[in-house]
């Protein structure tokens, strides 16, 4: 996922559109659009049609939709707010991003 600034499971905030100033994880990450799917922001209706083979109801449903990642901040909980995380290399050459005023660090260890 070189280049893009957010990951799966980061929490983030949208920056533009109806959902601004809302946070959220980060459930997919589309690197090859640039795009991520955030949980419960940018909700579409959409409606989908009554399969009685698959046991579809049918009806209008919600769900997430595509967000660019350039609309997304990594948020930081200490801060209270969405941040431009800074790249810092430890010692081992890994690097990590952090929180420019406080130092939280976002990586989630695997
Ligand atoms: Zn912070």
């Known amino acids: 996922m070189a280049g893009l600034h957010v990951r799966k499971n980061d929490l983030v905030v949208i920056r533009q559109g109806k959902d601004r100033g809302k946070t959220g994880k980060v459930l997919k990450v589309d690197p090859a659009t640039g795009r991520a799917v955030v949980e419960r922001l ?30 997304l901040m990594l948020y930081c909980e200490e801060c209270g707010q969405g941040v431009r995380a800074r790249r810092k ?19 989630t260890k695997k």
Do not use: Q, Y
């Open 42 to 71: 940018n909700f579409i209706k959409h409606f989908v049609k009554p399969d009685r083979s698959k046991n579809i109801a049918g009806g209008i449903m919600e769900k997430e939709a595509l967000v660019p990642v350039s609309r």
């Open 89 to 107: 290399r430890l010692e081992d050459k890994s690097k990590i991003r952090i929180c420019p005023k406080c130092e939280t660090v976002f990586e």
